[in-house]
Nanobody, 126 residues
Framework: QLQLVESGGGLVRPGGSLRLSCSVS????????IGWFRQAPGKEREGILC????????NTAGSVEGRFTISRDNAKNTVYLQMNSLKPEDTGVYYC???????????????????WGQGTQVTVSS
């Protein structure tokens, strides 16, 4: 059974940093691309970053370019989302998800992802 579990969310002041973790089980990171998504209240879910199963393909949304980065630790079966220079508009529930057949390239559209975590809340506020 494929499972993804997010952790690391919380309350942070504008300009601060957080690192989210996505721990996966039931599969390896060599087989699935992992994407990070977020959803603010009243808005659609937005794909912000993903890393392909080879690790060589990273797809970044313009809204987080230069502030957020994605990385992974295959030995720990964990993907990280490092978020720096956080803004109030980064507030939302953050999800990680798994996409199959994405060796060199990963998509940031929700329809490409079959497996989802439960989400973790990130609030950026002073």
């Amino acid at each position: 059974q494929l499972q993804l579990v997010e952790s690391g969310g919380g309350l942070v002041r504008p300009g601060g940093s957080l690192r989210l973790s996505c721990s996966v089980s039931g599969f390896t990171l060599d087989d699935y691309a992992i994407g990070w998504f977020r959803q603010a209240p009243g808005k659609e879910r937005e794909g912000i970053l993903c890393i392909s199963s080879s690790g060589s393909g990273i797809n970044t949304a313009g809204s987080v370019e230069g502030r957020f980065t994605i990385s992974r630790d295959n030995a720990k079966n964990t993907v990280y989302l490092q978020m720096n220079s956080l803004k109030p508009e980064d507030t939302g529930v953050y999800y990680c998800a798994a996409q199959g057949d994405a060796y060199y390239y990963c998509a940031r559209t929700t329809k490409e992802y079959n497996y989802w975590g439960q989400g973790t809340q990130v609030t950026v506020s002073s």
